[in-house]
């Protein structure tokens, strides 16, 4: 399995700050053909389902404000909050869906104020 | 508009079966890989398997492999996810979710259900 490891488990960042977070893969989950990362980033507020941030590692989805991005390729990836809101706080996931089952998931990382 | 609709909480004792349930709409039901995802109290994502509804080909994590079926009625456009033979360490939330692109398995999801409840105590 490819294992995925975030960093930090926790932070916090005063409003309007910016919030950086890690994931780490333990292989590879570009695909060389279409030159495409397999990374998703996701948010889960409390008492909610995740919800898609991020996909392809940098293409964030429709509706999701302009202040998240993402960056990286191969094994090192990076979400960033460039300017932090009140309603970011939440847990934020990454996930490779690049090989054979289990797609797997980071451990987590909570952002608070 | 597209969502995924879960069933209610589910309170269980060990050794007894469960399926429970999630109702897709505002889509192409046969042509999204649909998914489960395990989420125990206080804890992060595991990604359990997906399901082509098309042709019901059926990818498991190796974790969950033998412990869980996961299957889907087409004419109800509905998802399932079932046990046998239910342990205290099933207790979770499980979450059903949408790949984001059409006929796409190396995907990420893009549509959550709600999320059902599955509480297995004696």
């Known amino acids: 399995d490819i294992v995925m490891t975030q960093s930090p488990d926790s932070l916090a960042v005063s409003l309007g700050e910016r919030a950086t977070i890690k994931c780490k893969s333990s292989q590879s989950v570009l695909y060389s053909p279409n030159n495409k990362s397999y990374l998703a980033w996701y948010q889960q507020k409390p008492g909610q389902p995740p919800k898609l941030l991020i996909h392809?590692?940098?293409t964030r989805e429709s509706g999701v404000p302009d202040r998240f991005s993402g960056s990286g390729s191969g094994t090192d990836f990076t979400l960033t909050i460039s300017s932090l809101q009140a309603e970011d706080v939440a847990v934020y996931y990454c996930q490779q869906y690049y090989s054979s089952p289990p797609k797997t998931f980071g451990q987590g990382t909570r952002v608070e104020i | 508009e597209v969502q995924l609709v879960q069933s209610g909480p589910e309170v269980k004792k060990p050794g007894k079966s469960l399926k429970i349930s999630c109702k897709a709409s505002g889509y192409n039901f046969n042509k999204y890989w649909i998914g489960w995802v395990r989420q125990m109290p206080g804890k992060g994502l595991e990604w359990m398997g997906i399901?082509?509804?098309?042709?019901?080909?059926?990818k498991l994590s190796p974790s969950f492999q033998g412990r869980v079926t996961i299957s889907v009625d087409r004419s109800i456009s509905t998802a399932y996810l079932q046990w046998s033979s239910l342990q205290a360490t099933d207790t979770a939330i499980y979450y059903c979710?949408?790949?984001?692109?059409?006929?796409?398995?190396?995907?990420?999801?893009?549509?959550w259900g709600q999320g059902t409840m599955v509480t297995v105590s004696s």
């Open positions: 399901i082509y509804p098309d042709d019901s080909d059926t």
């Open positions: 392809w590692a940098s």
């Open positions: 979710a949408r790949h984001l692109r059409e006929d796409s398995w190396d995907d990420a999801f893009h549509i």
